[in-house]
């Protein structure tokens, strides 16, 4: 198995549970790795080929940017859900992270696994 992959993804969004945070915009940060068979890609070099990691970038910006959950456990299911029914991941790992969120701590958030790996 072959991973394309997404580094830290900043993303300005609402996001949290308590009042303050409902009438803010806070930046949180995903990191994407997606199972992918990139020999077909590296045969043709042709994009049609490939897992897209632009156009999956952009469709999860779009996601986050509109959405206002309350926990970061949501947000990190549905852009998962998302990845995997729009652009056919068979299996992701995904780690989702609130930089600052935690006093004494650069970030906090959630790390999950998706699907099957084969
Ligand atoms: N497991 C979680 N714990 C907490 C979350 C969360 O989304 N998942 N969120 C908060 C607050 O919104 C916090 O980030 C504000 O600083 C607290 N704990």
């Given at each position: 198995m072959d991973i394309v992959y997404i580094s830290d993804l900043k993303v300005d969004t609402v996001i949290g549970i308590y009042d303050w945070e409902r009438r803010i915009r806070q930046t949180v940060s995903l990191d994407l790795e997606m199972a992918a068979d990139i020999r077909r890609a590296a045969a043709s070099?042709?994009?049609?080929d490939a897992l897209n990691y632009k156009a999956i970038g952009k469709r999860i910006i779009q996601y986050i940017g509109d959405s206002d959950f309350q926990l970061v456990e949501t947000l990190a299911e549905r852009v998962a859900e998302l990845v995997r029914d729009e652009f056919g991941v068979s299996w992701l790992k995904l780690r989702l992270s609130k930089p600052?969120?935690?006093?004494?701590?650069?970030d906090v958030g959630v790390i999950i696994e998706r699907g099957e790996r084969s």
């Open positions: 070099d042709h994009i049609d600052g969120a935690l006093r004494g701590s650069r």
